[in-house]
T-cell receptor, first 115, second 112 residues
C-alpha cells in the first residue's frame, strides 16, 4: 500500500511553545491531505482538509489561528500547533488522498504531550 | 444522526470463527466505502475498499456492500488474536472526493 510518513512520532513540549508536525506522502502525489486528532479510546476527529497550494478548510470548532496548516507541495503538509497548552495534548494523525486509487492512507501519527 | 454508524462493541469471537462487522450510512450520495483497522495507540491502516454492490474478497477479509439498504460489512474468516483491534468504516461521497465520513469504530476481541 501507499506510504505516508509523519515526523516527529512523539514530542513533549512546554506550555506556550509551538510544535510543527510534518506529513509526507512518499510514493504518490497528494493534492489533498487531512489532519485528525484522536483522544484515548475516542474516535478520529477531522480537524482540517489541506489542499496543495490553497488555504486549508477547517472543521467547525477548530481554531485556524491555533492550528496552522501549510500544504506547499504535493508531498508535504505541515501542522503547527501554536502556543500549545496541556489540553492540546493528543494523538495527531495525518492522511493523504491518493487520487489514482481514490483512497486515503494514514500516517503513523504524532503523540503530542504538552507539559 | 451520524453519517456513518457502527456498533462500538466490543465484539468478542473465539479464535478461528468468523467475525462480522457492520456499518450503516445515511448519505445515499456515498459511493466509495473503506474499512480500516486501528490497533491501540496506532494510526488506522487500510484493509479494503469497495465501490460496487456485492462482495469483494481479499485473503481472509470479505467486504460486502448493499447500497439499497445502505450498509457495508466486513467479514473476517479464521479470526486470529492478532485481528483484535478497532475497525473503522468510512464512506466517501461521489460528488466530493475529499469528503470522507468515518464511523466511530467497532472494537473486536478475538479470544484464543
Amino acid at each position: 500500500g501507499a506510504v505516508v510518513s509523519q515526523h516527529p512520532s512523539r514530542v513533549i513540549c512546554k506550555s506556550g511553545t509551538s510544535v510543527k508536525i510534518e506529513c509526507r506522502s512518499l510514493d504518490f502525489q497528494a493534492t489533498t491531505m487531512f489532519w485528525y486528532r484522536q483522544f484515548p479510546k475516542k474516535s478520529l476527529m477531522l480537524m482540517a482538509t489541506s489542499n496543495e497550494g490553497s488555504k486549508a478548510t477547517y472543521e467547525q470548532g477548530v481554531e485556524k489561528d491555533k492550528f496552522l496548516i501549510n500544504h506547499a507541495s504535493l508531498t508535504l503538509s505541515t501542522l503547527t500547533v501554536t502556543s500549545a497548552h496541556p489540553e492540546d495534548s493528543s494523538f495527531y494523525i495525518c492522511s493523504a488522498r491518493n487520487r489514482a486509487t481514490d483512497t486515503q492512507y494514514f500516517g503513523p501519527g504524532t503523540r503530542l504531550t504538552v507539559l | 444522526q451520524k453519517e456513518v454508524e457502527q456498533n462500538s462493541g466490543p465484539l468478542s469471537v473465539p479464535e478461528g470463527a468468523i467475525a462480522s462487522l457492520n456499518c450503516t450510512y445515511s448519505d445515499r450520495g456515498s459511493q466509495s466505502f473503506f474499512w480500516y483497522r486501528q490497533y491501540s495507540g496506532k494510526s488506522p491502516e487500510l484493509i479494503m475498499f469497495i465501490y460496487s454492490n456485492g462482495d469483494k474478497e481479499d485473503g481472509r477479509f470479505t467486504a460486502q456492500l448493499n447500497k439499497a439498504s445502505q450498509y457495508v460489512s466486513l467479514l473476517i474468516r479464521d479470526s486470529q488474536p492478532s485481528d483484535s483491534a478497532t475497525y473503522l468504516c468510512a464512506a466517501r461521497r461521489g460528488d466530493n472526493f475529499n469528503k470522507f465520513y468515518f464511523g466511530s469504530g467497532t472494537k473486536l476481541n478475538v479470544k484464543p
